[in-house]
């Protein structure tokens, strides 16, 4: 059975900084392409950044430049480190394959705000 439990989002203000972390079970990421999602109210969810088995790594253009995703094998963990934060990166935040999803974590609440 996969579990997804994503953690560490939080309130922060504009400018300020984040790290996400990602843990899973029953799923490897030595095999999968992980990316990290998000969905404001109202909007559709987005992809926000992936990285491959091999760790080659994509961003949103809305992101590119402020994020950046990592992983580490041995601990099954994905991260989203996230600098120079903006109210528009407000937004629950979601970790899960890239390619065929499998049950969605609860996901973690990221507010930016003065």
């Known amino acids: 059975q996969v579990q997804l439990v994503e953690s560490g989002g939080g309130l922060v203000q504009p400018g300020g900084s984040l790290k996400l972390s990602c843990a899973a079970s029953?799923?490897?990421?030595?095999?999968?392409?992980m990316g990290w999602y998000r969905q404001a109210p109202g909007k559709q969810r987005e992809r926000v950044a992936t990285v491959t088995i091999g760790g080659i790594t994509t961003y949103a253009d809305s992101v590119k430049g402020r994020f950046t995703i990592s992983k580490e094998n041995a601990k099954n963990t994905v991260y989203l480190q996230m600098n120079s934060l903006k109210p528009e990166d407000t937004a629950v935040y979601y970790c899960?394959?890239?390619?065929?999803?499998?049950?969605w974590g609860q996901g973690t609440q990221v507010t930016v705000s003065s």
């Open positions: 029953g799923i490897s990421f030595r095999l999968f392409n």
């Open positions: 899960n394959k890239v390619n065929g999803f499998v049950t």
